[in-house]
């Protein structure tokens, strides 16, 4: 059974960095869509970023372009989320999630790991 873990939240300054990371040791799928979403409080969910195991295409919110970096590994099963300049509106509960049914990300996930917590002071 597919169970991502996902670790590396915390607390940080404005302008700091966190890197987030997902693995699970189970899957075999050959290709899937893996990524991470977002829900700040009292907002809805939002793809932060996903990675196109099968083709490599790599998708990233407006909000985060340039600012965060997704790194995904098929051999360890892994995927990084590294997250430079972070602001206080990056603050949320970060989500990893896989579906091997998928191209790229969408809300409907098959797999999803428990949230990180991040919180970014100003």
């Known amino acids: 059974e597919v169970q991502l873990q996902a670790f590396g939240g915390g607390l940080v300054q404005a302008g700091g960095s966190l890197r987030l990371s997902c693995a699970d040791s189970?899957?075999?799928?050959?290709?899937?869509?893996i990524g991470w979403f977002r829900q700040a409080p009292g907002k809805e969910r939002e793809e932060v970023s996903c990675?196109?195991?099968?083709?490599?295409?790599?998708r990233y919110a407006d909000s985060v372009k340039g600012q965060f970096t997704i790194i995904s590994d098929k051999a360890k099963n892994m995927v990084v989320l590294q997250m430079n300049a972070l602001k206080p509106e990056d603050t949320a509960v970060y989500y990893c999630a896989l579906d091997p049914r998928k191209r790229l990300c969408e809300n409907d996930m098959s797999y999803w790991g428990k949230g990180t917590e991040v919180t970014v002071s100003s």
């Open positions: 189970a899957f075999t799928f050959s290709d899937y869509a």
């Open positions: 990675v196109s195991t099968s083709d490599g295409e790599i």
